[in-house]
């Protein structure tokens, strides 16, 4: 296992690991607490669509993953603020349009083209040099965005007409929550695959749920859970010659079951403070 | 029809801080409030009532900035509805109608209260020992220092409501909205609650407005009683607003009058 340390593609792949493993169990705690499940999950096959655009049309993939990424969340944020429709449809519509839209991109290539499939099912191990820039200058910028607007997203997950009627803004929050999920999913897409991506949002953040009643204490298991899994996942991955990205949500999952088994909440649910 | 809404008790010598001007709510084709006049004072306790869908609580989306008026016009502060800047909003607490409260948010009751502090404080600013201390004085306001640490979901739902009222105290509002904050709860709760606001009311020199249905719980205590069906019925001091014809006309045979002057929801065919 250590010669396979020595490796540059293993040292990069671990280090992208670690860091989309943060990063999406941090942002994971918002999804959670703001009930945006299902969001991401969309958010993923329409970057997806990007990323197969961009191989079509010969332009940067990551770019139009972006592109198509934020106009999903977006017009998902519009249609919820709207009311117009719920939210269930309206993902479930655009999740299925995005994943043809994929589908007919990579239709329409002359020859196969591998690195598509990396983008869906997840290749850590082929992570380039330039790659793990992006996603390192992505994490920053989302991260650093999360610690200074969090006192706001914590209070719209909590109550959003809440938070707006006391003078958060929070239409504004609530948009930039979803452009740091879109990013997170980006960023995602080479380690995890547009398929398992979500789980890595969802999965850390639903574990520690079950362990605490604190915030602070929730992102931290969170993150250690998030950055785990991910790591050891690619190690599985890379001694076992197994893909990295059922590797790494398998184990999640794993560790998720265990929790709930033993979660102190569900041991309170009977004992409830009645106090008067 | 019996009133314009601005006789009252309450002086007004002074330019209100709410004024409704012929304002009208909702979406073109659907009206949940229509051509409402209505001044309120700085410092007055004023009920809202009316039946189910008369838009009671559009009243308090409206005064909260959030729905400004499709017609006419509403002033909050000398500022039009539609212009209300976000530090305008932390000056309006708001205890909105009960909802669920998930019971596993990971957050403690002083954590909650603090979120009051948020919209004051700005973007950008941690809260520090100054806003602490601010959320601490409404728990004590409220009587729930000792539960501070309590997981918000471990809470009765009175002292739930106890403790977003704290949160509404913590932005050291002018006005202090309340809908329906007694349904759902006993009625030992209901008084709690409702002497609570009273105490507020009188000790902190609030503007309240509370919306209800309890009308015989709050018509001993509110200055000026405010009746709605998507129209104004009626608004001033409770004894002239309580009138059997004009709640006969709002409430329908629903609702009687006994000698005692006590409001009764019944129906009214059975007393006669």
């Known amino acids: 296992m250590l010669d396979l340390l020595a490796y540059d593609f293993m040292q990069r792949s671990l280090l992208a690991s670690a860091m989309v493993g943060g990063l999406c169990s941090i942002i994971g705690v918002f999804v959670v607490l703001r009930g945006l499940a299902f969001v991401g999950a969309g958010t993923s096959h329409a970057a997806f669509a990007g990323v197969a655009l961009g191989y079509l049309i010969g332009w940067p993939p990551l770019l139009l993953a972006i592109v198509f990424g934020l106009a999903t969340v977006w017009l998902t944020g519009w249609v919820e603020e709207r009311g117009r429709m719920k939210l269930d449809v309206s993902i479930g519509i655009l999740y299925t349009t995005t994943m043809a839209l994929g589908i007919l991109f990579i239709g329409l290539m002359k020859s196969y083209n591998a690195e598509v499939y990396g983008y869906l099912f997840g290749s850590v191990l082929s992570v380039t040099p330039e790659e793990l820039r992006i996603i390192g200058a992505l994490s920053v910028l989302v991260l650093s965005l999360l610690l200074l607007f969090a006192k706001e997203l914590y209070f719209i997950a909590f109550d959003q007409e809440m938070a707006e009627a006391s003078g958060v803004p929070a239409r504004q929050m609530f948009f930039l929550l979803l452009t740091l999920v879109a990013l997170t999913v980006v960023v995602s897409l080479k380690t995890v695959g547009a398929i398992l991506v979500f789980a890595m949002i969802l999965i850390p953040a639903s574990t520690a749920y079950q362990l605490t009643h604190s915030l602070r204490t929730l992102t931290l298991y969170s993150a250690c859970f998030g950055i785990t899994t991910s790591v050891v996942g690619v190690l599985i991955s890379a001694i076992w010659d197994v893909p990295s990205g059922p590797a790494i949500v398998l184990l999640a999952t794993a560790i998720f079951f265990t929790a709930v088994l033993f979660s102190p909440k569900r041991v309170k649910r009977t004992g409830v403070v009645h106090s008067h | ?272």
Do not use: W
């Not at chain 2, 009208?24 to 306790?45: M, N, Q, R, V």
């Not at chain 2, 189910?52 to 909260?64: D, H, I, M, Q, W």
């Not at chain 2, 000792?146 to 977003?164: E, I, Y």
């Open chain 2, 1 to 272: 029809m019996s009133s314009d809404g601005t006789e009252g008790s309450v002086s007004t010598d002074h330019s209100p801080i709410i004024r409704f001007d012929h304002a009208s709510f909702g979406f073109p084709g659907l009206i949940a409030l229509k051509d409402i006049s209505l001044p309120i004072y700085d410092g007055e306790f004023v009920g809202v009532i009316g039946p189910n869908g008369s838009g009671k609580t559009t009243l308090c989306r409206a005064v909260l900035g959030l729905l400004p008026p499709v017609e006419g016009h509403l002033h909050i502060f000398d500022c039009a509805c539609s212009e209300l800047r976000c530090h305008h909003r932390a000056q309006i607490g708001y205890l909105p109608q009960k909802g669920v409260v998930d019971r596993n948010f990971p957050v403690t009751v002083l954590e909650t209260v603090m979120m009051g502090r948020y919209g004051a404080l700005g973007l950008l600013k941690r809260p520090g020992k100054k806003d602490r201390q601010i959320a601490m004085d409404a728990l004590a306001q409220v009587d729930m220092v000792s539960h501070k640490d309590t997981a918000l979901g471990h809470l009765s739902g009175g002292q739930q409501q106890r403790v977003f009222i704290a949160r509404a105290l913590a932005q050291q509002p002018k006005v202090l909205i309340l809908d329906e904050p007694t349904t759902g709860l006993d009625i030992t709760m209901q008084h709690n609650v409702i002497e609570l606001v009273q105490h507020l009311h009188d000790e902190l020199k609030l503007t309240v407005l509370l919306i209800t249905h309890d009308i015989n719980m709050i018509r001993s205590r509110v200055d000026r009683l405010v009746l709605l069906k998507t129209r104004l019925y009626a608004a001033g001091p409770p004894a002239e607003v309580l009138k059997p014809e004009i709640l006969h006309q709002v409430y329908g045979k629903e609702l009687v009058i006994t000698e005692k002057d006590l409001v009764i929801v019944e129906d009214y065919h059975h007393h006669h």
